[in-house]
């Protein structure tokens, strides 16, 4: 298959200037470290503790990522093969009804030959007469044991399809998808094919509008880079997978990160997977800050428990760029403690008005600040190439999506630490509809904040030196950051009170 960006000269002085940008980075961090690496620091041992984190973080987070950036491809899609039986899965348990008869509708409409599945994990009447009518097969069963993952194993033993297309209930698919996200099984070693997400609703609120800007920013350049590296990952919605691939490995694998826990035995079985970057179907994001943090909690909680539990056994099942790819991925909620805890010790240097310690801290924004700058210069350039010609809002304005992320700290938080304490939350789908979770959803964001202002003020009222307005401006900084879900939390009241 051919590689392709949008033109081959200019993507090839793309890759050299993030090359370079990557060797800029690599100094960067070395003058952040050499910091960190000061007599009086390494003496501390309580110092060193957060070096050690400090190095981990920087290569896990920063480094991965760089490496996986250098790697983006895109693929030129060819003609479907033919004659390939498909199945299409649509799993519900307890979804609106109008939801779950689009999403069916348009799977049995589309074009390539294949059979369209409700699978019913609820033992909902009226799904099975919707079903009937619309003449899709219905299958249930008795039990929600493992719940997606049980829902779909249970309709692997009642089907045959060489293929099997999964779409949650919430995504629509287009009538050409099947037609245009097949061509990679040619490839005999392609175990799954992921589909780009893509959503309709950005524009109902602002918390939909912010997490599609996300999500946008994942099926960039991290998904053409992996899929550069021959490590497209399975993201849930959108995926077609072959069914020896799932046979080899047992079946689909259960948890709250089911369809990750699933990519990463797939590959460490040894089958390929591959990206097609083209939006074919379109799903909804929440719309409110309550049902946001329930489907963050749920990926984190799952994400970091695949990180703590699977993925040490499977590491050594993986080549070198497979693990950069999943070491990525499955860390990405850690940003929520690293957030938590440059706003503790923002608030500690602050209160403490010690100026050896402010000196010191701004000492650290200072050999941080590089680091910062280059990686988003890195990431600016490399999703260039990949940019769609009508670039819609979403993927041109992703501030939204970096703020409502940063003010989501204390759920990422709060995943992280029950994760550490061996937590095991029950399972609760993302909310449907909007669930106006109140002021006290953003209480941790508020009394942070209010901390923050406080602190800026204090100091500001005292002797005023270039550290402290340093650590001043980054405390303001912090304090822009939850703008986001300040924001949200204002446009949720303004429609609860205009539906009353």
């Given at each position: 298959?051919?590689?392709?960006?949008?033109?081959?000269?200019?993507t090839s002085i793309e890759h050299r200037k993030i090359r370079l940008l990557v060797l800029a980075g690599l100094a960067a961090s070395a003058y952040l470290f050499d910091w960190w690496l000061e007599p009086e620091r390494l003496s501390n041992p309580l110092m060193v503790f957060f070096l050690l984190l400090a190095v981990l973080y920087c290569v896990v987070r920063t480094h991965c990522a760089w490496y996986i950036f250098c790697h983006c491809t895109r693929d030129e899609p060819t003609e479907s093969p033919a004659n390939l039986s498909v199945d299409v899965f649509v799993p519900a348990v307890d979804e609106p009804l109008w939801m779950v008869e689009q999403t069916l509708r348009a799977a049995r409409e589309m074009q390539y030959p294949h059979q369209t599945y409700l699978l019913d994990d609820g033992g909902n009447y009226e799904f099975e007469q919707l079903a009937k009518n619309l003449g899709v097969h219905y299958l249930t069963r008795k039990s929600q044991?493992?719940?997606?993952?049980?829902?779909?194993?249970?309709?692997?033993?009642?089907?045959?399809?060489?293929?099997?297309?999964?779409?949650?209930?919430?995504?629509?698919?287009?009538?050409?998808?099947?037609?245009?996200a097949l061509w990679p099984f040619k490839d005999v070693e392609i175990g799954f094919v992921q589909v780009r997400l893509s959503h309709s609703n950005g524009s109902q609120s602002f918390v939909a509008g912010a997490a599609a800007a996300r999500n946008e920013g994942f099926f960039g350049i991290p998904m053409y880079g992996m899929?550069?590296?021959?490590?497209?990952?399975?993201?849930?919605?959108?995926?077609?997978?072959?069914?020896?691939a799932l046979d080899s490995i047992g079946g689909y694998k259960q948890g709250l990160a089911e369809d990750l826990h699933t990519s990463l035995f797939l590959h460490a079985k040894g089958w390929r997977s591959a990206y097609v970057s083209k939006p074919l179907a379109f799903g909804v994001e929440p719309t409110d800050l309550g049902g946001f943090f329930i489907q963050q909690y749920k990926w984190a909680h799952g994400t970091l428990t695949l990180l703590r539990q699977v993925y040490p056994r499977l590491v050594t099942r993986f080549d070198f760029p497979t693990?950069?790819?999943?070491?990525?991925r499955l860390t990405c909620f850690l940003a929520g403690p690293m957030v938590a805890f440059h706003i503790l010790v923002t608030l500690v240097v602050l209160y403490s008005r010690d100026e050896t310690l402010v000196g010191e801290f701004f000492s650290y924004l200072l050999h941080l600040a590089p680091l910062v700058l280059v990686s988003w210069l890195i990431m600016k350039v490399a999703s260039k190439p990949f940019q769609p010609k009508t670039a819609n809002l979403e993927s041109r304005i992703p501030a939204p999506g970096l703020l409502?992320?940063?003010?989501?700290?204390?759920?990422?938080?709060?995943?992280?630490?029950?994760?550490?304490?061996?937590?095991?939350?029950?399972?609760?789908?993302?909310?449907?509809?909007?669930?106006?979770?109140?002021?006290?959803?953003?209480?941790?964001?508020?009394?942070?904040?209010?901390?923050?202002?406080?602190?800026?003020?204090?100091?500001?009222?005292?002797?005023?030196?270039?550290?402290?307005?340093?650590?001043?401006?980054?405390?303001?900084?912090?304090?822009?950051?939850?703008?986001?879900?300040?924001?949200?939390?204002?446009?949720?009241?303004?429609?609860?009170?205009?539906?009353?």
């Open positions: 298959m051919k590689v392709i960006a949008n033109d081959d000269l200019s044991d493992n719940h997606k993952a049980g829902n779909i194993n249970n309709a692997l033993t009642k089907t045959s399809g060489e293929i099997i297309a999964i779409f949650d209930v919430d995504h629509v698919p287009n009538r050409e998808y099947l037609n245009e899929h550069g590296l021959g490590c497209a990952q399975k993201f849930g919605s959108n995926c077609l997978i072959r069914r020896t693990n950069v790819c999943y070491t990525w409502l992320a940063f003010g989501t700290w204390p759920i990422y938080t709060k995943a992280f630490a029950s994760v550490l304490m061996g937590g095991k939350p029950l399972f609760i789908a993302t909310p449907k509809d909007k669930t106006f979770g109140g002021i006290k959803c953003i209480l941790p964001q508020i009394f942070a904040v209010f901390l923050l202002l406080v602190a800026v003020v204090r100091s500001m009222l005292g002797t005023l030196e270039l550290q402290t307005i340093g650590v001043c401006s980054f405390a303001g900084l912090l304090i822009i950051m939850h703008t986001g879900v300040f924001v949200a939390f204002r446009n949720e009241q303004t429609i609860k009170n205009a539906d009353y």
